[in-house]
């Protein structure tokens, strides 16, 4: 059983390196997304995720949604799980 565990990714706060919004509305890969998807390999059973996942104190829920799906997609496309 294969299992990829993740915390601290403040989906929401503009300094993320995993993907955040851009200024125009954009959602992007954020710099440290390709080294997170070498460490994580693919195949998992189960991604464990630890907490301070999305950051409503810096951004609104809808914004927070939108770059935290927009990770979860690239999980799903990239065979992570």
Do not use: W
Not at 1 to 30: Q, W
Not at 31 to 46: E, I, M
Not at 47 to 65: R, S
Request: glycine content about 8%.
């Amino acid at each position: 059983m294969r299992f990829a565990v993740i915390s601290d990714t403040h989906f929401g706060d503009p300094e993320c390196t995993l993907a955040y919004m851009d200024s125009f509305g954009n959602i992007k890969d954020g710099c440290n997304l390709p080294a997170f998807f070498d460490s994580v390999g693919k195949d998992n059973d189960f991604i464990i995720i630890l907490g301070d996942m999305l950051d409503f104190a810096i951004n609104d829920y809808e914004h927070v949604y939108k770059i935290a799906r927009h990770f979860f997609m690239h999980l799903k496309q990239q065979g992570v799980i």
